[in-house]
């Protein structure tokens, strides 16, 4: 079927409107190769231009609904919500031209081999624009495809190369499902034959075990103390909530280590030396470790940091190295910083934490830590292996309320469970707080918006994965090798055109 221009257009954005029901909390990853197939099959119909109009759609499409819930957040930090819903929409159609590029770049090659189209050149484009968005500006990780696949055969992926293997299957799978549906006779069956032998084998994939547990299980208990955020920092509720997490923690001193979530002490550090001093007593008295989030400032610099501590023992810092752009800094400060004091938008101020820190120790065991935001970086997180025998991450979703934005950030951080081969703790103030295992599987959780403290035991691993020995590189570097080489078949065919 031939697609004129106005179908072609309607046909984008409704594909990009389901997208996000491939991640959760739908999960419905059969969607994902679905959504980019009927993308992808627009784009072999149109020329450049439309191609970038119809990838610009599918992205406000999906982006518009899947990341909408960015907006709740700035009801905390008190903008009207007309500001609210501006930032938010221009945040979308930013994030809209991803795809756009990608459509306009593999039509403005040129290719005609509509098999290296849809098996090579427009997957490659597309991971390497989902790496792109994984580091401009400091990044934005949310609905890469691979993490659609949490949960299906395609997560087997994640320990041999990250999340952009997983993406990369993802659009495969897409333009092996077009080519099913284009070839006739015994060529379709072929094509999806090919497509069912993937998604078998990485089924068959997920049965290896590339780490192991090492020593003895340990006891885990992470508070969530359920702090509304609009109250979080009224003065009044300064003492209530310390009160809330030293209750809490005090009914579970047979755990080996007490994870409580970002920003759990509401204030300065240095505002409460004497309650650390008494909670750290206490937690070697009873041959445990509590570790918490809290800012911290340098008094001599005035550098703020999100932290996290961890005492019982020694007592280590962690200071969190991956900002949130506009939320923890301002990028391209001098440009930007002139318009929100003009339109009075707050902007935080924390500083970077060192490139280089010393991993967090407890219960005899290195922690791979990370604070919220972070989590989202595959790369990132996978630096403290393989000595970190465990992943602890703290975070303070409150900001997203009842969204889909804590399911999605879960569902992140699961991927960094399968990715790394490890255990993974996430301590959150409001929800999602649940215990993963290697498999990617939340073997526990708590409700979201209560009180709670989740118990578990774990065991640390070790070993190193393909991915943590590797990171990105490899699936990057065949992407760009693909490109180069339909760059070179473009050539070819424009020297051929022009001798005839």
């Given at each position: 079927m031939r697609l004129?221009?106005?179908?072609?257009?309607?046909?984008?954005?409704?594909?990009?409107?389901?997208?996000?029901?491939?991640f959760s909390p739908f999960n419905l990853f059969p969607v994902a190769p679905l959504s980019v197939a009927i993308l992808f099959a627009v784009w072999t119909q149109v020329p450049a231009r439309r191609a970038f109009l119809c990838g610009w759609l599918y992205g406000l499409a999906c982006f518009g609904f899947g990341v909408f819930w960015i907006h709740e957040s700035f009801q905390f930090n008190r903008i009207a919500i007309g500001w609210a819903l501006l930032l938010t929409g221009l945040l979308v159609m930013f994030l809209a031209l991803y795809p756009a590029i990608v459509g306009y770049a593999v039509r403005r090659l040129g290719v005609e081999n509509r098999r290296y189209q849809l098996l090579l050149l427009m997957p490659a484009a597309w991971v390497l624009a989902e790496w792109v968005r994984g580091w401009f500006f400091t990044g934005f990780t949310w609905l890469q495809l691979g993490y659609s696949q949490v949960g299906s055969p395609l997560q087997s992926l994640l320990p041999v190369g990250g999340i952009y293997a997983a993406s990369w299957a993802v659009a495969v799978s897409a333009g092996l499902i077009l080519l099913g549906l284009r070839e006739p006779g015994r060529k379709r069956w072929l094509w999806l034959a090919a497509l069912a032998s993937m998604w078998i084998g990485g089924w068959l994939l997920g049965t290896v075990k590339w780490t192991e547990p090492e020593g003895d299980a340990l006891e885990v208990a992470l508070v969530q103390g359920n702090v509304p955020q609009d109250r979080k920092w009224m003065r009044e509720m300064r003492r209530p909530t310390l009160e809330r997490y030293l209750t809490l923690?005090?009914?579970?001193?047979?755990?080996?280590?007490?994870?409580?979530?970002e920003s759990a002490l509401p204030g300065l550090r240095d505002n409460f030396d004497a309650y650390v001093e008494r909670l750290a007593t206490e937690a070697r008295e009873n041959n445990?470790?509590?570790?918490?989030?809290v800012p911290v400032v340098n008094r001599d610099t005035l550098e703020f940091y999100n932290s996290v501590f961890v005492v019982g023992g020694r007592e280590m810092v962690y200071h969190k190295r991956h900002l949130v752009p506009f939320g923890e800094y301002l990028p391209l400060d001098a440009l930007i910083r002139p318009v929100t004091e003009f339109l009075?938008?707050?902007?935080?101020d924390f500083s970077l934490g060192p490139d280089t820190q010393p991993l967090l120790e407890a219960a005899g065991h290195r922690l791979g830590v990370s604070v919220c935001y972070e989590i989202a970086f595959g790369n990132e997180i996978a630096k403290a292996l393989p000595e970190a025998a465990l992943l602890v991450t703290v975070s303070n979703d409150a900001w997203f309320g009842t969204s889909i934005g804590p399911h999605q950030h879960m569902q992140i951080a699961r991927a960094?469970?399968?990715?790394?081969?490890?255990?993974?703790?996430?301590?959150?103030?409001?929800?999602?707080t649940a215990i993963v295992d290697p498999d990617g599987v939340i073997v526990a959780h708590a409700p979201q918006f209560e009180v709670q403290v989740l118990e578990g035991e774990v065991s640390a691993m070790g070993g190193a994965t393909p991915y943590v020995r590797s990171g990105d590189v490899p699936v990057i570097a065949l992407a760009l090798l693909v490109l180069m080489g339909a760059a070179a078949m473009a050539r070819r065919q424009s020297v051929h055109d022009d001798g005839d």
């Open positions: 004129n221009s106005r179908l072609g257009m309607v046909l984008s954005g409704l594909a990009g409107l389901v997208l996000p029901l491939s923690t005090r009914q579970h001193w047979d755990a080996d280590l007490i994870v409580w979530p445990s470790y509590v570790m918490f989030g009075g938008l707050p902007v935080a960094r469970a399968l990715e790394t081969g490890r255990y993974l703790l996430r301590a959150t103030n409001t929800g999602i």
